[in-house]
């Protein structure tokens, strides 16, 4: 059966996600081991043959990826608790498995290939309590994405998988009251919080078992090509690969994600930012790669539509990344309506008789959105009918 969410935790959920799929009695006692009691999302359990109850489709169609959504944000919530507990790991000073985040990042290199918008998609349920961990999880998924679409083999996308995991390990070695600090950093503070490339490298050269380029990684990724990054001032020709991919990625996901000192971004304008700085503090190879791989309307991207309406991109065209499907969740007053699927593809007309465009990408929050709400009532797996189809 699926949980949908956790009544009354006992402290903190050490769940990155709140909807679970129960594939085995471990998984009930890690639920225990938090709650009493949860809800369970009766539309989505599975029967005693474990097969899931068909519905009746018949003049509505589905998302593409909602048919396999379930089992590939079950991954998702694995590897994201095992970042947590390696996180916790390194914070105390304890040796964490180094096979067990090898095998994470090969689950995650699995489902990427398989599901890659189902997998982009959930890098966008964000929560900024848990921001470093969501963070490291996000930068993995979007490196593997990135040398998915360079033609990667498996090999070296589970070697880039491993390096975005641990990218940021050294921030554990960071005071919380430095690493969580609302306000702007002094310079002795800046200076720490700098420093968690170094942590990571002593971090990751002690694992046994780790993946040698990662060591690069942490410490270079804040690194610049033109020489003005952290913590040696490197310039381009000692730079790797793979830490000129991280940095790209890593960049734009701290851009869009909120923080304790800031609010995160809309898509475009980190785009923009990675563009700008093309050549100067980020390879171009890898920015117009990135972009053609994520597209200018990622799902999970919230957008406001040339009628006035606001809707969540849920899945690209790839004849044409610029008219994707969007689910209409409030209408040109910005009031709450029943969910319908667009497909910009097609040539529907809007309530004033215009053909719908995307007017511009904007930040959930402003306009009340909740991803992760939508998430946990199973908005992203439901059967939709076509508007105008």
Not at 54 to 81: D, I, M, P
Not at 167 to 189: A, Q
């Amino acid at each position: 059966m699926c949980v949908c969410e956790l009544e009354a935790p006992k402290g903190e959920n050490p769940f990155m996600l709140d909807r679970i799929v129960i594939e085995s009695h471990a998984d009930i006692q890690a639920i225990q081991a938090v709650c009493d009691y949860v809800y369970i999302d009766v539309k989505f359990q599975k029967d005693h043959t474990g097969a899931i109850p068909t519905r009746s489709t018949e003049a509505r169609k589905q998302l593409s990826f909602a048919r396999s959504f379930e089992q590939t944000a079950v991954t998702f919530q694995r590897v994201g608790n095992l970042i947590k507990t390696v996180l916790d790991d390194i914070r105390f000073g304890n040796q964490f498995n180094t096979e067990a985040v090898k095998q994470a990042v090969a689950e995650c290199v699995d489902q990427v290939l398989e599901h890659p918008e189902t997998m982009l998609l959930l890098t966008q349920l964000k929560d900024q309590d848990q921001y470093t961990a969501q963070h490291c999880m996000n930068v993995c998924i979007l490196a593997i994405l990135l040398g998915r679409e360079l033609k990667y083999s498996v090999e070296d996308l589970n070697k880039i998988g491993f390096c975005g995991l641990m990218h940021d390990v050294g921030k554990m070695k960071v005071p919380l009251e430095i690493l969580n600090k609302p306000g702007k950093l002094d310079k002795f503070e800046l200076d720490i919080m700098r420093n968690h490339t170094v942590y990571g490298r002593n971090v990751l050269m002690s694992a046994r078992g780790a993946f040698p380029g990662a060591v690069d990684v942490a410490h270079n990724h804040h690194e610049q090509l033109n020489g003005g990054g952290y913590p040696r001032g490197l310039d381009k020709s000692a730079l790797s690969d793979f830490t000129k991919m991280v940095a790209v990625v890593d960049t734009y996901d701290a851009m869009t994600s909120d923080r304790v000192y800031q609010h995160g971004q809309p898509h475009l304008i980190a785009l923009g930012t990675l563009v700008k700085g093309m050549s100067q503090r980020y390879e171009a190879h890898y920015v117009t790669h990135f972009i053609n791989c994520i597209g200018f309307y990622p799902q999970g991207n919230a957008v406001e539509l040339s009628s006035g309406e606001i809707g969540i991109v849920v899945e690209q065209n790839k004849a044409d990344r610029l008219k994707p499907k969007i689910l209409i969740v409030k209408d040109s007053q910005r009031s709450d309506i029943e969910p319908r699927l667009l497909d910009l593809a097609k040539p529907v007309a809007d309530p004033q008789g215009n053909r719908y465009a995307v007017k511009q990408v904007v930040r959930a929050k402003d306009y009340r959105l909740d991803l992760n709400e939508y998430y946990r009532d199973g908005l992203f797996v439901k059967d939709y009918a076509i508007a105008g189809a």
